[in-house]
């Protein structure tokens, strides 16, 4: 009986296997590339290349012709010779939208933002999420504050409901001392940024916490092609510099390189921000000859500042200070981050292949703040501390089954996670000049784990796709009180299941459509976990999509989204005053439209047009507005590219008017701001200069509606706080290849 068992196995597998054509596609740096599209040209038969190049391909045959396609790279048509370990190169090549087929696109996001990295390389931080379409951020904390991140209606904060990574390594901090899910994210040097991964919605099975609006993934560079050295420098003492280099010899089947960057500056205010940051970054990988690959990664980060916060639009009015002065300039923090990463990829079976990755980081966070400045205490201030000492540990894995059956394709996902964050000394205190504490409203130790598993399958029946996911996650929330008499552990635990279902319907080869539905989440911190003793703290998103992706022709590429949010009863931990807010029901919804235009080889057009309509839904109307919320923005660029070695663009992005408050008393005031760069390239020296703010105009950069009083007023004022955008701003640019 078993010998008949081995036999029937034996012969299902060779019966499943018959005629596979199998290989890897590797870049010319032997570099392995994934997603790309491999067909059949006898058989129409297809398929794309896994994390590590491998690709087997069904019904083929030797003397077929195979057509290898790869946005960036030159296609290849090559004849099969052998059926097993053929190595496939592919050259680079500059992007052509006229080569984009959307039907063989795995994953579309991540060509989008391959064509806007091509045209538009990111040099600073605050250009990493501009990437994303749709997404907008706003700076004010004298440069080392994670930025305000806008998507979809939300204010997200510094990150509650975007999942952000990088290489598999989550940036969110949980019960953050300043805000759940605060995404700091200037230890991400940006030259060494490869792939940006975003999602809108929360489809994605592989996505958990604070995937509410959305989610963005970086990936960093495997390898460098040159060593450079860049130096910037430009208005308000700004000076920035980085350096890449190659760390074994170019002809190793290794790679390793380090990236060095450091910046200063003191900003265009009256008070200088007295900012550094200092970037270390060190990545190699090891390829094994079995297939595998190993990959580990290194960083530290760390940043100082001073600021100048958010002024009372009637301080400027009154000519008590300018737009660029400070009512407590005695505002600023410091911050650091280190990290160490190992990924593993391995090829499992033929079908089967493994990504898994560990990761330890440590961070370090002080912030001083006055947003209020006489309202509280009149003779001290309103100065507050928050401060964090935390280590994370965590682990992912991915398991991945590609299968090709007669009828359709599988493509199937699962995978666990661990994530453990260790937060100790996590406080909240009163103080004066950053020297004197004043009081201690919150000290306590906060511990928190979540563990997740997820599984997601893709059956590809030719035009129509269907894509079922659903993800599992628990929690478990500690909170160790320091200000209590006796010691006493708080904890509480909680589980949450969430279903995704996304259809996909190709018309034609440039045609095709989608609907995608799911439920989202993002956690609470746990002082609030704890405090509401687990009701109602893992509020779920319900997501809704009904989009495109469209080429009506061969160099323009269309694509537009109908979408819907409803937001459960959350409890948010406000951390500037260490208390409690439920914000109660709410509704979104809206039409996201993003074009990418090749007029030319060398001319490209872009533009992202967000509207979105965002309500509370338990309020009287006229008093159901969610502060801070956009209407509607616009992105879009003109750019030229390897014109006689001449490159740049210019762009422009908009805000509408938008409520601050809830009753729309208080506007959040819009801007149109243009940016522009223009470099020129000879030999291995490559001159730039960058313009922000070109028009000078007048512009808010970060906007609240608070209560406030100054030194010598006799009642409050609640009003708009504003912090304001860099007036024109001009650096020049050196790099040096070598």
């Known amino acids: 009986m078993r010998n008949a068992f081995f036999l029937a196995t034996f012969l299902i597998s060779s019966l499943l296997h018959a005629q596979q054509f199998s290989g890897t596609v590797v870049s010319e740096f032997n570099q392995p590339l994934q997603?790309?599209?491999?067909?059949?040209?006898?058989?129409?038969?297809?398929?794309?290349?896994?994390?590590?190049?491998?690709?087997?391909?069904?019904?083929t045959k030797i003397g077929d012709t195979v057509m290898y396609r790869s946005l960036g790279y030159s296609t290849q048509l090559l004849k099969v010779e052998t059926m097993l370990d053929n190595k496939i190169v592919l050259k680079l090549k500059p992007v052509e939208l006229k080569e984009l087929v959307v039907a063989s696109q795995k994953n579309f996001t991540s060509t989008v933002s391959k064509i806007d990295?091509?045209?538009?390389?990111?040099?600073?931080?605050?250009?990493?999420?501009?990437?994303?379409?749709?997404?907008?951020?706003?700076?004010?904390?004298?440069?080392?504050?994670?930025?305000?991140?806008?998507?979809?209606?939300?204010?997200?904060?510094?990150?509650?409901?975007?999942?952000?990574?990088v290489d598999g390594m989550p940036v969110n901090m949980v019960s953050h001392a300043h805000g759940q899910g605060y995404s700091d994210l200037h230890f991400l040097i940006p030259e060494t940024i490869d792939v940006i991964d975003f999602g809108k919605g929360a489809y994605y099975a592989d996505k958990g916490d604070f995937n509410t609006a959305g989610y963005v993934s970086f990936k960093t560079k495997d390898y460098l092609q040159k060593n450079s050295l860049s130096l910037s420098l430009g208005q308000f003492n700004t000076l920035r510099t980085v350096g890449m280099f190659n760390l074994l010899d170019k002809k190793s089947t290794d790679n390793a390189y380090l990236a060095v960057e450091y910046l200063e500056s003191d900003g265009p205010f009256e008070s200088p921000q007295n900012f550094n940051r200092i970037n270390l970054f060190t990545k190699y990988i090891k390829n094994l000859a079995s297939g595998d690959r190993v990959e580990l990664t290194a960083s530290h980060f760390t940043s100082r500042w001073d600021a100048s916060g958010q002024i009372p639009q009637r301080a400027v009015d009154r000519g008590l200070i300018t737009r660029f002065g400070a009512i407590d300039d005695t505002e600023g923090g410091d911050t650091s981050r280190t990290n160490f990463n190992i990924s593993f990829q391995s090829i499992l079976s033929e079908n089967t292949t493994l990504t898994a990755n560990a990761f330890y980081s440590n961070y370090t966070f002080e912030l001083f703040s006055n947003f209020t400045f006489f309202l509280e205490d009149p003779i001290n201030g309103d100065q507050i501390k928050q401060r964090e000492n935390r280590d994370i540990y965590g682990i992912n894995t991915m398991f991945n089954y590609n299968q090709n059956f007669s009828n359709f394709d599988l493509d199937l996902s699962y995978g666990f996670s661990l994530r453990?964050?260790?937060?100790?000394?996590?406080?909240?205190?009163?103080?004066?000049?950053?020297?004197?504490?004043?009081?201690?409203?919150?000290l306590g130790d906060i511990n928190q784990t979540n563990t997740s598993a997820y599984v997601e399958a893709m059956l590809d029946f030719g035009k129509f796709k269907i894509q079922p996911g659903v993800r599992l996650d628990h929690f478990n929330f500690l909170y160790n009180d320091q200000l209590q008499e006796n010691y006493e552990t708080q904890s509480e635990i909680e589980t949450l299941l969430n279903p995704k279902l996304?259809?996909?319907?190709?018309?034609?080869?440039?045609?095709?459509?989608?609907?995608?539905?799911?439920?989202?989440?993002?956690?609470?911190?746990?002082?609030?976990?704890?405090?509401?003793?687990?009701?109602?703290?893992?509020?779920?998103?319900?997501?809704?999509d009904l989009g495109l992706t469209w080429k009506p022709a061969p160099r323009l590429l269309v694509e537009g989204a109908l979408w819907y949010l409803f937001l459960e009863q959350e409890f948010v931990y406000v951390g500037d005053a260490g208390i409690v807010e439920p914000s109660g029901k709410t509704r979104r919804y809206g039409i996201d439209l993003s074009a990418r235009y090749q007029l030319t080889d060398w001319l490209f057009l872009n533009a992202d047009a967000t509207y979105t309509k965002a309500r509370a839904i338990d309020e009287l109307d006229g008093e159901d507005f969610i502060p801070l919320a956009p209407d509607f923005t616009l992105v879009s660029g003109l750019y030229f590219k390897d014109i006689k070695n001449f490159s740049g663009g210019l762009q422009m992005r908009y805000i509408d008017d938008r409520p601050a408050n809830e009753d729309n008393t208080i506007i959040a005031e819009g801007y149109t701001?243009?940016?522009?760069?223009?470099?020129?390239?000879?030999?291995?020296?490559?001159?730039?200069?960058?313009?922000?703010?070109?028009?000078?105009?007048?512009w808010n950069e970060a906007q609240f509606a608070t209560e406030s009083r100054l030194r010598n007023e006799s009642t409050s004022t609640e009003e708009l706080h504003f912090t304001p955008g860099t007036p024109f701003y001009i650096r020049g640019i050196a790099t040096y290849t070598f």
Request: aromatic share 10%; hydrophobic share 35%.
């Open 673 to 698: 701001v243009f940016d522009l760069n223009v470099s020129y390239e000879f030999n291995k020296l490559t001159l730039g200069v960058r313009v922000e703010n070109l028009f000078d105009i007048d």
């Open 420 to 442: 453990h964050d260790v937060n100790n000394d996590v406080e909240l205190s009163r103080t004066a000049n950053r020297k004197t504490t004043l009081e201690v409203l919150q």
């Open 117 to 165: 990295l091509e045209i538009a390389p990111v040099t600073s931080s605050q250009e990493i999420l501009r990437k994303v379409p749709g997404l907008f951020i706003g700076q004010h904390a004298g440069g080392g504050k994670a930025e305000q991140i806008f998507l979809r209606g939300f204010d997200i904060d510094h990150g509650t409901d975007v999942a952000i990574d």
């Open 502 to 544: 996304n259809l996909y319907y190709t018309i034609n080869n440039d045609f095709q459509v989608y609907a995608k539905s799911g439920l989202g989440f993002h956690s609470n911190d746990a002082r609030v976990v704890v405090a509401n003793q687990g009701e109602e703290i893992l509020p779920r998103s319900y997501n809704a």
């Open 35 to 59: 997603d790309v599209y491999i067909e059949n040209q006898r058989t129409q038969e297809h398929t794309h290349s896994n994390e590590l190049g491998r690709f087997e391909l069904l019904n």
